[in-house]
Nanobody
Framework: QAQYVECGGGLGQPGGSLTLSCTAS????????MGWYRKAPGKQRELVAA???????DYLDSVKGRFTISRENAKNRMYLQRNDLKTEDTAIYYC????????????WGQGTEVTVSS
């Protein structure tokens, strides 16, 4: 069974930068389209960015130009570099295979919590 472990969360300041990382195990990571997701307080989980096995990426409109998703297939790792942080980026961030049901908690790990505040 695939497992994904996120890390790199914490407290960030508006306008600042933080990079999240995800380590995958038990999956064909190199062949999978992967995604970074987030669940903000009081909101549903949403897809923030996705990256195909070859590196083609797509982003939620609100993070375009600020977030960059990348991956190292040889290391089973994925990253989300986040610049120009905004308070609305406060959320728990998760990595998972693209297409994972958003609203079924059994498919999701603990994520890594990010708080953006001055």
């Amino acid at each position: 069974q695939a497992q994904y472990v996120e890390c790199g969360g914490g407290l960030g300041q508006p306008g600042g930068s933080l990079t999240l990382s995800c380590t995958a195990s038990g999956s064909n990571f190199a062949l999978e389209t992967m995604g970074w997701y987030r669940k903000a307080p009081g909101k549903q989980r949403e897809l923030v960015a996705a990256i195909a096995s070859g590196g083609v990426a797509d982003y939620l409109d609100s993070v375009k130009g600020r977030f960059t998703i990348s991956r190292e297939n040889a290391k089973n790792r994925m990253y989300l570099q986040r610049n120009d942080l905004k308070t609305e980026d406060t959320a728990i961030y998760y990595c998972n295979s693209y297409g994972t049901p958003l609203y079924e908690d059994r498919w999701w790990g603990q994520g890594t919590e990010v708080t953006v505040s001055s």
